[in-house]
């Protein structure tokens, strides 16, 4: 696997990606589940969006992640045109295996069909305004094995049509995300990976398998950006503001956890080494974590887009840096 400090070989893959990827869910604006839960991050101006993508491209960003999901089709849009004609410059991630409605930006179920997964992805292209997803990935978590053997195998028929070039799974599960490893064109796994929630099974099976580790929170949903004072709250739209089980670091109603805050804070000193800011140094210990990591920190401005992109010129912490970030966390 070839890597240079800025930039990766995604997987088995072939395709040249940055270092950095930058995630798209929180572009996608407000959505709800059936039982109105927010989760989406709150409201967004698209026009800002736009301007954050291309000032991400421009900072030599290559790699973008979004789902079909997110803002119940929003996210892909804005995605799609903000690339317009640098499409070809870029590598395009998308997600599959939610069922949603576009007019009321509602959550409805999620179908892991091989049937559905064709329809899911001929929407994304559409919605896209592109003729190939370049790593699809299925976006239920903890879908039946057997059945995921059966959507690897359909992933496996879009890449011979030229649908997608690769695929994946976005799952914590390494033993899920084994399934989809023995897939001659999946290349990598999405998995949650920051400083705070540390993934060595994951890591270890992309090393083993040749495949990338596409990390998603690594700023640990905003905790690590410094900006998430314990106690106040968050807008209603925002998922955090009544975190589902799955997100820890928040409590319904009085925002940020003060347990998570004082782990941010007892690792601040070593984080903001090297003039990085808070979130700039996050994302410095998943590169020293493991040489085939992809982090995709979220952002909704061109200043959040500008931060995240900085820390390419960085590069990962040092090996004693990182010893002393366990030491620290017990670990």
């Not at 995630?23 to 954050?52: H, I, N």
């Not at 400083?195 to 990338?212: H, N, T």
């Amino acid at each position: 696997m070839e890597t240079t400090e800025t930039t990766r070989t995604l997987g088995n893959s072939g395709m040249r990606i940055s270092a950095l990827g930058f995630g798209c869910w929180a572009v996608g604006g407000e959505w709800q589940g059936t039982d109105g839960q927010p989760l989406g991050w709150g409201k967004v101006d698209d026009e800002e969006s736009v301007r954050a993508i291309r000032r991400a491209l421009d900072l030599g960003v290559t790699f973008f992640d979004t789902a079909d999901t997110y803002g119940a089709g929003h996210s892909e849009r804005v995605l799609g045109r903000a690339l317009g004609k640098r499409r070809d410059d870029v590598v395009v991630a998308t997600k599959w295996g939610n069922v949603f409605d576009e007019d009321t930006r509602t959550l409805t179920g999620s179908d892991d069909s091989p049937a559905y997964a064709r329809r899911a992805l001929t929407a994304s292209l559409r919605r896209l305004g592109t003729d190939h997803v370049d790593l699809y990935q299925l976006h239920l978590s903890d879908a039946d094995p057997v059945r995921a053997a059966e959507l690897r195998d359909a992933c496996e028929e879009f890449v011979s049509e030229g649908l997608i070039r690769a695929y994946a799974w976005s799952t914590d599960d390494p033993e899920r995300a084994a399934v989809f490893a023995a897939g001659e064109h999946c290349a990598a796994v999405q998995h949650r990976l920051n400083v705070l929630q540390d993934a060595p099974e994951m890591l270890a099976l992309c090393e083993r398998a040749g495949l990338a580790g596409i990390n998603r929170s690594p700023l640990a949903m905003g905790l690590l950006t410094g900006g998430r004072p314990a106690g106040r709250p968050l807008a209603a739209g925002d998922i955090r503001s009544n975190p589902p089980a799955w997100l820890p670091g928040f409590t319904a109603g009085t925002g940020a956890d003060p347990e998570w805050l004082g782990r941010v804070d007892a690792l601040k000193e070593v984080l903001t080494s090297g003039g990085r800011t808070l979130a700039q140094g996050a994302l410095a210990w998943i590169w020293a974590r493991s040489p085939r990591t992809v982090p995709i920190p979220g952002f909704r401005t061109v200043r959040q887009a500008e931060e995240n992109a900085g820390a390419m010129d960085r590069g990962p912490l040092t090996a004693g840096q990182s010893a002393e970030i366990d030491r620290i966390l017990g670990r």
